[in-house]
């Protein structure tokens, strides 16, 4: 449906969606109709703040060729690497999801990854059987340095790093502890108990966390690990989430259960349909390709 920005009277209702090339989050006609773009929620009839963002299953692709029951998952800048929980290799695959004839192999430093993550120059592995994470170089050589994670938790799953720190995933701690790159535990911590008590995932974007695990549910933190009250879901798709990264675009994560990484792209925004004299929020709707708009007064 179209409409005519200042328009004259409409037949149209409340709750009606309708497309526009607009950057504003509301249109306000001339008329008095006033449209909320997708992706902002409304507190009041006249004040609308603007929703988290929302991101949406686009694609993925099976690893089950290479690896069963994966647990971690890093992203160097280009490819995708798959470590194997119950494995002791790493293996890499293009984001098309194509296996490139290339691995390493952890089994002389830890049978049982948990984690993975490139931080722009090494590996590193967490080792889940000796509570150790493991550096190795960008060709999976292992550079005979390791950080003791034991004093802080024996849990270690998986991690993520800001440049020039690493933060761990504590599991039974539901916390993330952090430690420089010469393994030197930095006395700083954040729970995330009260949003995943089982967190398995973590990845840093650039400006915030974002941690997932047994809930279904990708929660975003920022730098201090504050709760933004943001999400998304990977629920509908994964059961086991064992990992999830960030290319700068597009979130990918790794599931346990189906074998596979799924890709999360932006959407324009989650728009909640309102109903009723109050505008109580009810269904979802998820767009891609448009810029939606949602008449609410």
Same mark, same amino acid.
């Given at each position: 449906?179209?409409?005519?920005?200042?328009?004259?009277?409409?037949?149209?209702?409340?709750?009606? *969606?309708?497309?526009?090339?607009?950057?504003?989050?509301?249109?306000?006609?001339?008329?008095?109709? *006033?449209?909320?773009?997708?992706?902002?929620?409304?507190?009041?009839?006249?004040?609308?703040?603007?929703?988290?963002?929302?991101?949406?299953?686009?694609?993925?692709?099976?690893?089950?060729?290479?690896?069963?029951?994966?647990?971690?998952?890093?992203?160097?800048?280009?490819?995708?690497?798959?470590?194997?929980?119950?494995?002791?290799?790493?293996?890499?695959?293009?984001?098309?999801? *194509?296996?490139?004839?290339?691995?390493?192999?952890?089994?002389?430093?830890?049978?049982?990854?948990?984690?993975?993550?490139?931080?722009?120059?090494?590996?590193?592995?967490?080792?889940?059987?000796?509570?150790?994470?493991?550096?190795?170089?960008?060709?999976?050589?292992?550079?005979?340095?390791?950080?003791? *994670?034991?004093?802080?938790?024996?849990?270690?799953?998986?991690?993520?790093?800001?440049?020039?720190?690493?933060?761990?995933?504590?599991?039974?701690?539901?916390?993330?502890?952090?430690?420089?790159?010469?393994?030197?535990?930095?006395?700083?911590?954040?729970?995330?108990?009260?949003?995943?008590?089982?967190?398995?995932?973590?990845?840093?974007?650039?400006?915030?966390?974002?941690?997932?695990?047994?809930?279904?549910?990708?929660?975003?933190?920022?730098?201090?690990?504050?709760?933004?009250?943001?999400?998304?879901?990977?629920?509908?798709?994964?059961?086991?989430?064992?990992?999830?990264?960030?290319?700068?675009?597009?979130?990918?994560?790794?599931?346990?259960?189906?074998?596979?990484?799924?890709?999360?792209?932006?959407?324009?925004?989650?728009?909640?349909?309102?109903?009723?004299?109050?505008?109580?929020?009810?269904?979802?709707?998820?767009?891609?390709?448009?810029?939606?708009?949602?008449?609410?007064?």
């Amino acid at each position: 449906m179209a409409i005519k920005l200042g328009g004259g009277g409409s037949s149209s209702q409340i709750g009606e *969606v309708v497309l526009l090339n607009r950057l504003e989050n509301v249109v306000t006609l001339a008329d008095g109709r *006033v449209y909320l773009k997708a992706g902002v929620v409304e507190t009041t009839t006249s004040t609308y703040p603007d929703a988290p963002t929302s991101f949406v299953n686009t694609d993925s692709f099976s690893v089950s060729s290479q690896e069963t029951s994966p647990y971690g998952l890093a992203y160097d800048g280009t490819y995708l690497w798959v470590a194997g929980g119950a494995g002791d290799d790493v293996t890499k695959w293009s984001t098309a999801g *194509v296996y490139q004839n290339v691995s390493f192999s952890t089994a002389s430093q830890d049978g049982l990854v948990f984690g993975l993550e490139f931080d722009g120059t090494n590996f590193w592995a967490s080792g889940y059987l000796t509570n150790k994470i493991y550096k190795y170089n960008s060709s999976g050589v292992y550079q005979n340095s390791y950080i003791d *994670v034991s004093s802080q938790t024996t849990t270690p799953y998986n991690l993520t790093s800001t440049g020039v720190h690493l933060w761990v995933i504590g599991r039974t701690e539901a916390t993330i502890f952090k430690y420089d790159l010469n393994g030197n535990y930095q006395n700083v911590s954040f729970s995330v108990a009260a949003q995943e008590s089982s967190p398995s995932s973590i990845e840093w974007d650039g400006a915030n966390f974002w941690v997932g695990g047994s809930t279904g549910n990708v929660y975003k933190y920022n730098g201090s690990g504050v709760y933004q009250n943001e999400l998304f879901k990977v629920g509908n798709q994964i059961t086991t989430l064992n990992g999830v990264r960030w290319d700068g675009t597009n979130f990918w994560a790794l599931s346990q259960d189906p074998d596979s990484v799924f890709k999360y792209q932006l959407g324009i925004g989650l728009a909640k349909i309102p109903t009723g004299g109050s505008h109580s929020m009810t269904s979802d709707m998820v767009y891609l390709g448009a810029e939606a708009y949602m008449r609410v007064k």
